[in-house]
C-alpha cells in the first residue's frame, strides 16, 4: 500500500480523546473537529447524566453504589448522532432536555465518583467506539478508556472565563443565573471530579494542552486539526 494511502486509511479510524474540567469548551470543539473529520462525537458526561437522571427519577441515594451499579446494568442509554447535534436515549425515552437540569448536572458530578458505575459506563464508551473514526470527550477519555488514543487533548480555560460562558449558556436558554454562584458550581464540580479516588480528571500522559481562555472556538479546532495532521504524519515513534 502507498503511504499515502496508508495514512489515509489511519485517518479514518482515529480515535481522539479529549479531557477538561467544566466549560473549558471541550464539546463545541469536539464536536466541530468531528465534523471537520467526517468523525462521529461521543459525549460521554452525557451518559453519565443519563443515568444520573434515571438515578433521581427513581429516588436512589446517590451513595448507594451496588445499587447505581445495578441501575447502570439495567438502563439502555443510546447515542445517536442527529444532524449538528447528538439525540440521548434512556430506555428509548429522549433526555436531551432533562439531563442538562442543575439538579441532573450536581447529581452526576457525584454518582461519577463510584468506580463499579464507572466500570460500566467505560465499557459501554470503549464498545461505541470500537471502530474507531471518533472524538470522545469527558473527564478520563485519554486516561482510562482510551489510554492508547491516537491522539489526546486536555482542553482548558480560566475559572472566570468558564462562568462566563455557563453564564451566557443559561441566558440563551432563558434562564437567569449569576456569575458567582455559576463559578461556585462548576469549582465545586471541577474539585469533586479532580479529587475522586475513580479515575480523577487530570490530564492523560501524552495529551496535548490547550487553553481556550483567549481563543475563538475556530482556532481552537484549528490547533487539534494541525496537531491530529502532525500526529499520522509522523512516523512511528517520531511523536
Ligand atoms: O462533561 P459534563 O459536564 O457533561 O459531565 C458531567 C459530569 O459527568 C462531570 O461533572 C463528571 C462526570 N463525567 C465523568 O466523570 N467522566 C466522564 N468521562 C465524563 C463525565
Request: proline share 3%.
Amino acid at each position: 500500500m502507498k503511504r499515502d494511502d496508508q495514512l489515509k486509511r489511519t485517518a479514518d479510524c482515529l480515535i481522539i480523546a479529549i479531557d477538561g474540567p467544566v466549560g473549558a469548551g471541550k464539546s463545541t470543539a469536539a464536536r466541530l473537529l468531528a465534523k471537520r473529520l467526517g468523525y462521529r462525537y461521543i459525549d460521554s458526561g452525557a451518559m453519565y447524566r443519563a443515568l444520573s437522571w434515571k438515578a433521581l427519577r427513581a429516588g436512589l441515594d446517590l451513595d448507594d453504589e451496588p445499587r447505581l451499579r445495578q441501575l447502570a446494568d439495567e438502563t439502555s442509554i443510546v447515542l445517536e448522532p442527529a444532524g449538528d447535534r447528538e439525540l440521548i436515549f434512556v430506555d428509548g425515552q429522549d433526555v436531551g432536555r432533562q439531563i442538562r437540569e442543575r439538579e441532573v448536572e450536581q447529581a452526576t458530578s457525584r454518582i461519577s465518583t463510584h468506580p463499579s458505575v464507572r466500570a460500566v459506563m467505560v465499557a459501554h464508551q470503549r464498545q461505541i467506539a470500537a471502530q474507531g473514526g471518533v472524538v470522545m470527550d469527558g473527564r478520563d477519555i485519554g486516561t482510562v478508556v482510551f489510554p492508547d488514543a491516537d491522539v489526546k487533548f486536555y482542553v482548558t480555560a480560566r475559572l472566570e472565563i468558564r462562568a462566563q460562558r455557563r453564564y451566557l449558556e443559561a441566558q440563551a436558554a432563558g434562564a437567569t443565573r449569576k456569575i458567582d454562584e455559576l463559578a461556585e458550581e462548576i469549582q465545586l464540580r471541577d474539585t469533586r471530579d479532580m479529587s475522586r479516588r475513580a479515575s480523577p480528571l487530570r490530564k492523560a500522559d501524552g495529551a496535548v494542552t490547550i487553553d481556550t481562555s483567549d481563543l475563538p472556538v475556530s482556532q481552537v479546532v484549528d490547533a487539534m486539526e494541525a496537531e491530529i495532521r502532525r500526529k499520522i504524519a509522523a512516523p512511528e515513534g517520531d511523536t
